[in-house]
């Protein structure tokens, strides 16, 4: 998958570079982002250009993962990381995708992230044919769930031991959004404009 960038409002998302290591290191110093997400810790420099200069370049050629740099439009400011993960179902026939996202500390609260994930899953569902997108994250991280809320993911509940982190088995809660849960909305700046046509038909249970 060659790299993309989309554009919001207030927001550029586009591929990693390696002269974004230093910004990566920095925001990951922040306590929150290791306890929630599986970034090493302590986070060292190096694990920052390991990241921007062979993960993130990798993801997107393996099309194992697709990472984006997000940055402010004002000032090109690094405000996270956003992107989808665990792909070995975007191109089977389930079409499932994960949303995975972190946030530098200094630009939460302005409504950052949701914007950046909306693009993402409406790029998502239209230009890759994403069928179910769904959100992970272990029990307790509030912060990570709402701006899943925000961004209109429903909660399916709770998957009990389903992560390994630092020896120990912790609950994970799960959320999924499906292209009928968004309202119809101009296509993210830069999409092909090609939808992938074809979707599998759904049918919820009634009860």
């Known amino acids: 998958m060659k790299p993309v960038t989309l554009t919001t409002e207030r927001l550029v998302l586009r591929p990693f570079e390696p002269a974004d290591a230093p910004a990566v290191h920095a925001a990951c110093q922040e306590p929150d982002i290791p306890r929630w997400t599986s970034v090493p810790s302590p ?3 190096r694990d920052a250009e390991q990241f921007v ?3 993130v370049p990798e ?3 393996d099309d194992t993962s697709y990472n984006l ?3 402010t439009k004002t000032d090109g400011a690094l405000v996270g990381a956003m992107g989808l993960v665990r792909l070995a179902q975007l191109r089977t026939p389930e079409r499932q995708a994960e949303l995975g ?3 530098a500390k200094e630009h939460r609260g302005q409504g950052y992230t949701v914007e950046a994930a909306r ?3 409406r790029w998502a ?3 890759l044919g994403v069928e179910r997108m769904e959100w992970l994250a272990e029990a307790g991280n509030e912060g990570s769930r709402a701006v899943a809320r925000k961004v ?3 909660m399916e509940g709770t998957l009990r031991a389903k992560l390994l982190s630092q020896g120990t088995r912790r609950d994970v809660w799960i959320g999924s959004l499906l292209p009928s849960d968004l309202p119809e909305a101009p296509e993210p700046s830069g999409s092909t404009g090609t939808p992938v046509p074809d979707t599998t038909p759904y049918l919820p249970y009634p009860g």
Request: hydrophobic share 50%; no cysteine.
């Open 53 to 55: 200069g062979t993960i």
């Open 69 to 71: 740099a997000v940055v």
């Open 43 to 45: 986070y060292g420099l």
């Open 152 to 154: 209109g993911f429903r």
């Open 59 to 61: 993801g997107w050629r």
């Open 125 to 127: 569902f239209r230009d």
């Open 101 to 103: 996202y972190w946030t």
């Open 119 to 121: 693009a993402v899953v």
